[in-house]
């Protein structure tokens, strides 16, 4: 969906983007919506138009520095009880951000190379899950070494996503799976405090 409007001061950015049907419906005043793969709470609602502010240390730590007026962006509202949870658990607390650095099309294929901060590897396993700008996706191929992974993107969640139309020099939202994270510094706290 497309940003309806951009306000940029200096630490923080307020923008708004227009909802309708079930994106709008039942949201109040401080829901939390994901924007991008970023968890951001509406600050005001004004018909079908939903604004947001991003604060600093959100700036500074995902893709949301970069939006403009118009820029496409993935949304998703939060699950609520009761609600089918057919994916992985995200949040929208971003670790981090990735670059896109190669797109391989083979036929009725696409495989997507992504490169992040080598500290995040620790949490990237083949066949594991992450989610990018939001989406929850499987990963395969993680290289410790040069901080890649691949990603192969089913005809589905290209045409849902903002994935089907990025490329080469694209930023994204990475967002590394909690449980994951708490496990491997768990261990490697405890191995820490044996030595």
């Given at each position: 969906m497309?940003?309806?409007?951009?306000?940029?001061?200096?630490?923080?950015?307020?923008?708004?983007?227009?909802?309708a049907g079930p994106m709008l419906q039942g949201l109040k005043f401080g829901g939390?919506?994901?924007?991008?793969?970023?968890?951001?709470?509406?600050?005001?609602?004004?018909?079908?138009?939903?604004?947001f502010d991003v604060m600093m240390e959100t700036i500074n730590k995902t893709t949301l520095n970069a939006i403009e007026e118009g820029s496409l962006v993935n949304v998703e509202?939060?699950?609520?009880?009761g609600d089918e949870v057919g994916g992985h658990?995200?949040?929208?607390?971003?670790?981090?951000?990735?670059?896109?650095?190669?797109v391989e099309e083979p036929e009725n294929n696409k495989i997507v190379t992504f490169q992040c901060d080598k500290s995040f590897?620790?949490?990237?396993?083949?066949?594991?899950?992450?989610?990018?700008?939001?989406v929850s996706l499987t990963?395969?191929?993680?290289?410790?070494?040069?901080?890649t992974f691949k990603i192969f993107f089913i005809p589905e969640t290209l045409d849902r996503t903002t994935f089907g139309f990025k490329g080469v020099?694209?930023?994204?939202?990475?967002?590394?799976?909690?449980?994951?994270?708490?496990?491997?510094?768990?261990?490697?706290?405890?191995?820490?405090?044996?030595?």
């Open positions: 497309p940003l309806k409007s951009i306000q940029k001061k200096t630490g923080l950015t307020s923008f708004s983007i227009e909802l939390s919506i994901s924007i991008g793969g970023v968890c951001l709470t509406a600050s005001k609602i004004r018909g079908h138009e939903v604004f509202r939060s699950a609520m009880m658990n995200v949040s929208g607390h971003v670790s981090g951000v990735c670059k896109i650095i190669k590897m620790k949490y990237i396993f083949h066949k594991g899950y992450i989610a990018l700008d939001g990963l395969v191929d993680p290289n410790p070494e040069d901080g020099g694209d930023r994204v939202n990475l967002e590394v799976d909690v449980m994951t994270r708490a496990i491997v510094d768990t261990v490697e706290r405890v191995l820490e405090e044996r030595k």
